[in-house]
């Protein structure tokens, strides 16, 4: 069924009131009587005439006024969507270029010094494929916010285990925990069972734990819990890191934002993981939001319907 429009929308409500007024005024002529009774004077049924004129050309006015309305309305969702779009493609223009440039840079020089040193080549060579790789995740990325922007309905949902998914990230990403001496407690419940898509729900997680591996800072603890309800799961991703600023906090799921854009590059983000965990969050009818933690850090609070 079609969805109707603000304007016809406003047009069907003040219609709707006139109909119900002309009814109310024919049937009992006058709101204090209790039955149904014929006109007795000619005034009445001139009041009655000029009442239907009123909203026959008061409905000509509402309905132009309406369509108007509509056009106006479209008029600036398409001018607002094209304004993200140009902002969108200038954003992957600027992430692309930095990778490309540094990979051309690399072996450029070593195609022009076919004598350089062997440890200065390998050193070269590792560098351009550190930048092929953050490259192809970024792409990545894009494809995966594309397919959800675009072919959302094309996601298959299925019977999906949260819980066997988030222990499988917790495995993935030992080494790196490891190494930056963090601990990571999942507190998740066994068998949180949804109606949702695999691969997404993963994004979900790995994103969050990626962002606070590379972000929260070295030695500290990362905190995963959940509570259900009658049709939903409440999840809480929290840490005890570094944090974020509040006046950053609203803005941190838009696309490519950045807090610390030269810290950001430097570790190989791509600036659209968060954008990715808020959209599979939304497609999975729940929702998310972000604040810093008590002590210090970061708490994400998400829901996700079973």
């Known amino acids: 069924m079609k969805k109707l429009s603000e304007g016809r929308k406003m047009f069907a409500s003040v219609m709707v009131v006139f109909v119900v007024y002309a009814l109310i005024f024919i049937l009992f ?7 149904l009774q014929p006109f007795d004077e000619v005034s009445d049924w001139h009041l009655l005439l000029f009442s239907l004129v009123v909203m026959v050309g008061l409905s000509f006015l509402l309905h132009r006024y309406a369509r108007r ?18 902002e969108l493609t200038q954003n992957i223009a600027h992430e ?15 195609l022009d010094d076919p004598q ?18 953050r490259l192809t995740a970024l792409l990545q990325d894009i494809s995966t916010l594309n397919r959800m922007d675009y072919a959302a309905h094309q996601l298959t949902m299925e019977r999906t285990d949260v819980s066997i998914i988030v222990s499988d990230i917790v ?19 066994q068998s949180i069972i949804i109606q949702g898509n695999p691969s997404l729900v993963y994004s ?29 799961w409440a999840f809480r991703f929290s840490d005890n890191g570094v944090g974020i600023a509040p006046e950053h906090l609203p803005r941190i799921f838009e696309r490519f934002y950045r807090i610390d ?46």
């Open 29 to 35: 002529e006058d709101y204090d009587r209790k039955f």
């Open 69 to 86: 309305m509509d056009e106006r309305i479209s008029r600036e969702q398409a001018a607002k969507e094209n304004q993200m779009r140009r």
């Open 96 to 110: 692309l270029k930095t990778p490309v440039a540094s990979i051309l840079g690399y072996t450029d020089t070593i």
């Open 116 to 133: 350089m040193n062997p440890l200065t080549q390998r050193q070269f060579i590792e560098r351009a494929n550190a930048q092929a790789h």
């Open 171 to 189: 495995q993935e990403t030992s080494i790196a925990l490891e190494k930056r001496r963090m601990t990571l407690r999942n507190s998740l419940p």
């Open 204 to 232: 979900i997680f790995r994103n969050l734990i990626d962002n606070a591996i590379n972000y929260a800072g070295e030695g500290t603890t990362i905190d995963i819990c959940a509570e259900q309800t009658d049709d939903e």
């Open 261 to 306: 854009k030269s810290r950001s590059r430097s570790i190989g983000g791509t600036g659209l993981g968060l954008a990715i965990v808020k959209n599979a969050v939304l497609l999975h009818g729940g929702s998310i939001t972000a604040r810093c933690a008590e002590g210090g850090g970061v708490c994400f609070e998400f829901t996700l319907k079973k």
